[in-house]
């Protein structure tokens, strides 16, 4: 049995990644997020706030049983609060900072100590092109992303001065028709000098569906030419 550890499987990317693996028999899917709406006998729903450090802390991976690989992706994340430094609430700083940033650092390691074993796996983080480009307003946002990215360059240092039958990736998925696209939209122009841009992109038709961005990505999890580079785009192969 291939497992899959899917963090944001309720909404947008993740559900669609999740109901996608969902259609092969020999997947079994934990999706973690604070609600649920998938109903599947390969789903167990993981009910945590992955913005509570506390909470994800405590949380123990399950015993699993004839683990042929296991994966872990890091989809959960919120584009946060959109204003420039000096005008920016230091609990939403926080929480975005935790849920970006901080709970994939916490699960990666967690992971590794609860699969002690020759099993090969994949940790794949779903990054963004914010993190390697900066978009004022987005400050925190940019810097979880850019974050994500070094994790995954120094884990994959690690990975590979020990032999570790691990692969990471830094995924960006491109521009994805989802609710943090709205959340976007209804930013204010005063904080955010690229909104018009992001008007058009959903006026245009450019955002992607994420059951197309989830088939680009699961080629990412199943083609291994495709993992030879950590910090990855689905515009490599888009
Ligand atoms: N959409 C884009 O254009 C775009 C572009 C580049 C990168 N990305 C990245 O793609 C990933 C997925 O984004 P999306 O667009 O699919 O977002 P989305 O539609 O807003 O979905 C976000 C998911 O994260 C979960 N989540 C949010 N806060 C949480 C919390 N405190 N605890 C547990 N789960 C939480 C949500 O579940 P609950 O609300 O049920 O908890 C939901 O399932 C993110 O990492 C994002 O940065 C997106």
Redesign the pocket.
Known sequence: MDYFFI?????????ALTELLLTDKNNFVYG?????NINHEQFQHLK????DLDTVKQFQFPKLKNATSITLIN?????GDIKYLGNLDCDKIISTYN??LITPTLLTNQLLKAYNNGVKKLVLN?????GRNPIDGWSVYCAT?AGLDMLSLVFKEEINNKSLNVTVLSL?????D????EVIRKADEANFSNIERFIEYKKNGD?AD?TSTAKLIAKFISDKTLQEKTICSVRDIS
């Open positions: 963090t944001g499987s309720s909404k947008g990317l993740g559900k973690i997020s604070r609600t649920n945590i706030d992955l913005a989809n959960a994340g919120i584009v849920l970006n779903i990054s963004s092109g914010a992303k960006a998925p491109g521009i994805i989802t609710s943090m696209q955002l994420p």
